[in-house]
């Protein structure tokens, strides 16, 4: 069992399918880096509401959420 804890930000976008505010991405990093870097680059991202997926670009998040520890789902 690994409990590494993956710091980094939570981005919330507004789902260009259903228009809510739904879409979440995250961007993982050991070290604070600046709203403007994490708004340079572009996501993944995937709607809770309607299962949307498709790519983002950083500057349209609604909201960029620091955590300690992102819960990254295993792949597979
Ligand atoms: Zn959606």
Redesign the pocket.
Known sequence: MTAMKTPGYILTFR?V??G?L??CTHYACERAVSDDQIRARIYEAN?E????KGVVCGVSAIQIHPTPDLKLKPQG
């Not at 509401?49 to 949307?52: N, P, Q, R, S, V």
């Open positions: 789902c399918n259903c809510r739904e879409a709607c509401g309607c299962g949307w």
